[in-house]
């Protein structure tokens, strides 16, 4: 079964930095691309950044470029989703998926696994 479990989510000031961490299970890790997608109340979710198997390709939504950077430790079958200079507009629900490596990154109906999802709360 796969299962991807987020953490790492929280209440932060505007200008503030958070962690976020998705721990999968190696089968699903060591053959998957990673993603992170956001999701705010009414509407769809956002992509936010994705990276390849190796890490050497990773892309990030214009949005958060800059801002956010998204890495992997594969020994550790970890994704990581590092938030600087979080504004409040950076409020939502943040996703953890998994998909095969073929294909675009940035649509999350071509991924298959989800995590549950951790609130992000960037107050002004």
């Known amino acids: 079964q796969v299962q991807l479990v987020e953490s790492g989510g929280g209440l932060v000031q505007a200008g503030g930095s958070l962690r976020l961490s998705c721990t999968a299970s190696?089968?699903?890790?060591?053959?998957?691309?990673m993603g992170w997608f956001r999701q705010t109340p009414g509407n769809e979710r956002e992509f936010v950044a994705a990276i390849k198997l190796n890490g050497e390709s990773a892309s990030h939504a214009d949005s958060v470029t800059g801002r956010f950077t998204i890495s992997r430790d594969n020994a550790k079958n970890t994704v990581y989703l590092q938030m600087n200079n979080l504004k409040p507009e950076d409020t939502a629900v943040y996703y953890c998926?998994?998909?095969?490596?073929?294909?675009?990154?940035?649509?999350?109906?071509?991924?298959?696994?989800w995590g549950q999802g951790t609130q992000v709360t960037v107050s002004s």
């Open positions: 998926a998994a998909k095969s490596l073929v294909g675009t990154f940035v649509k999350a109906e071509l991924y298959p696994y």
């Open positions: 190696r089968r699903t890790f060591s053959n998957s691309a």
